[in-house]
């Protein structure tokens, strides 16, 4: 979920969707696209559907705001906002679309040991990359170490039965941030709404998240491109068939801050309490849920080139990584993503 609309704009190493020429058209297509969390959405449909384009734009709609109403932490009162600002240990009841979020988080922050953790709220504002006011000024080691101590996903429990689910922290000072699962978790929705619909040819994507399945209206199946790290052009580094997946990239180099010339991305390390500087430059994910993907491509994305590969091999995840080298990029893949390249 970004903090700025110029990052759907930016072209390197982004995801692209190839959209299909209009002359050739074999099956009618349908195109809507949006703002949504900061950044763009796009739906395209193929085949016959029942309502009007105008009326499907408004269940989307409805959808991401719905989304944003949950888990926003741009939002004062969203579920979320509430949830921080409330220091009480109680639970606290949350719907079930945010409960699916914390599940899938507290599983990769484990997997990923910690890269990946949605209590780093405290530092990333600290670090101004939060709702408020960029600070846009390096904290001193003795705030990093303040905010550090209110942040681990051990201090977050997440409780349900057959009522109902809750959220339960044992850190009045904890802040849950959501902003990464964002995109990813707005594309699952608009894929549930796909099924609901019985459409079964679309193309979804939120920001750097997709996800698509069957036909465009050429009758070709969907492509997603994913772009060199150069932005000269859209030249194309790799090109893919989802059939159904998700997919995700996290890029350190899209959402920074400069101080005496050393760029700070708003992706942290909650082990040093620090942005990261390695030299990966974007993490792309595949996944049977595009919330997975989104989870998986952040928690790489903190481990640098040689954990996150090593991680990926062990987990067997579908992983398209790009790396700066000396004198430009390298990238590299694991099998799981290579079944799904278009040949
Ligand atoms: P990218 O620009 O790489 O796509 P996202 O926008 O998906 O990144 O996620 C970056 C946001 O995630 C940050 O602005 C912050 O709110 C949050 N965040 C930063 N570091 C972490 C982390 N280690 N784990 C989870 N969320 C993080
Ligand atoms: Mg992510």
Not at 22 to 47: H, L
Not at 183 to 205: C, F, H, P, W
Not at 282 to 287: E, M, W
Request: proline share 5%; aromatic share 6%.
């Amino acid at each position: 979920m970004a903090n700025s609309i110029a990052k759907g704009l930016l072209l390197s190493a982004a995801i692209m969707l190839l959209a299909a020429c209009n002359d050739a058209n074999t099956r009618p297509q349908i195109d809507i696209e949006g703002k949504t969390m900061g950044t763009f959405y796009s739906v395209k449909v193929s085949g016959t559907i029942t309502e009007s384009k105008q009326q499907l734009q408004q269940e989307i709609d409805a959808l991401l705001e719905q989304a944003n109403d949950d888990i926003s932490t741009y939002r004062p009162d969203s579920v979320l906002s509430r949830f921080n600002q409330n220091p009480s240990a109680d639970p606290q009841p949350i719907p079930r679309g945010m409960a699916d979020i914390i599940l899938t988080a507290q599983r990769i922050g484990r997997d990923t040991g910690g890269a990946m953790d949605i209590t780093v709220g405290p530092l990333v504002n600290l670090w101004g990359f939060g709702p408020d006011k960029r600070v846009v000024k390096v904290p001193s080691q003795q705030q990093i170490e303040a905010a550090r101590s209110q942040i681990g996903l051990q201090h977050l429990k997440l409780l349900s039965d057959n009522r109902g689910e809750w959220l339960q922290k044992d850190l009045p000072g904890m802040y849950v941030d959501l902003s990464t699962l964002g995109e990813g978790y707005g594309v699952d929705q608009l894929v549930q709404l796909m099924a609901r619909k019985g459409i079964t040819n679309y193309l979804v994507s939120v920001g750097g998240a997709v996800s698509s399945r069957g036909v465009n209206g050429q009758n070709q199946p969907w492509r997603v491109a994913i772009q060199k790290p150069t932005d000269r052009e859209n030249a194309v580094q790799a090109l893919v068939d989802l059939q159904g997946y998700g997919i995700s990239t996290a890029g350190s180099y899209r959402n920074y801050f400069e101080q005496d010339g050393q760029r700070y991305s708003h992706v942290i390390d909650p082990v040093t309490g620090r942005p990261i500087t390695h030299k990966l430059v974007s993490a792309t994910v595949i996944a049977p849920t595009a919330l997975e993907a989104d989870g998986w491509d952040t928690g790489l994305m903190v481990l640098g080139t040689e954990k996150a590969l090593k991680l990926a091999e062990e987990k067997g995840l579908a992983v398209y990584l790009i790396t700066k080298t000396d004198d430009g990029f390298s990238a590299v893949m694991t099998p799981q993503f290579k079944a799904f390249l278009v040949k």
